[in-house]
């Protein structure tokens, strides 16, 4: 594999490293497009297929209408709960799991050391705007690495990842900051 290809995950992780150190006025825009697109220039990535399962399809529609049910709870967590889901939930998965830490563990790299070197890098550029919270990201993006590494489903991951985001940020953080 060439030099370029080989090290390219790591060239993007520095990229949105890079563009997540500083806080600017489109941060969270350049952010979420170099997460949904970076991957798709690179050309020895693919996602993969889940195994469709009746299993699956039950987890896949208890998230759906968990988040749901949360937003009927109290519609005015409707925005959040769409924007965690289109700016924070389906791009940080689609490229930490489904793409940066793929990649990484078919270098050689076994299934655990890809999840901790993608959940340090994850964690990591949550700290310019969470602080030192940020680092407390590193346990659930384990979480949803190991999920992804045993399922193979990053939609299940996204709204695994969105429900708890909206859980945490409509109530959680609500009840916490009264």
């Known amino acids: 594999m060439p ?4 090290y390219l995950p790591f060239f993007f992780g520095i990229a949105l490293t890079g563009s997540a150190v500083f806080i600017y006025p489109q941060r969270s825009l350049v952010l979420t497009a170099l997460m949904l697109f ?35 709870l109290n519609t005015d967590y409707t925005t959040i709960a769409l924007t965690t889901l289109l700016t924070a939930a389906l791009p940080e998965e689609w490229f930490f799991r489904g793409y940066f830490m793929m990649r ?18 994850f964690a990591l550029l949550h700290l310019p705007t969470q602080g030192v919270f940020g680092l407390s990201i590193f346990v659930p993006s384990m979480i949803y690495g190991w999920i992804f590494q045993k399922s193979k489903d990053i939609v299940l991951v996204i709204l695994l990842h969105a429900l708890s985001n909206i859980v945490f940020f409509s109530y959680i953080k609500t009840y916490l900051n009264r």
């Open 3 to 6: 030099f370029k290809q080989h």
């Open 104 to 121: 990484i563990e078919n270098m050689g790299l076994r299934a655990y050391q890809a999840n901790i070197i993608t959940s340090l890098l």
């Open 38 to 72: 970076l991957p798709l220039l690179d050309r020895h990535w693919q996602l993969p297929r889940p195994n469709i399962s009746k299993y699956r399809l039950i987890l896949l529609s208890l998230c759906s209408f968990s988040i749901l049910i949360l937003m009927g």
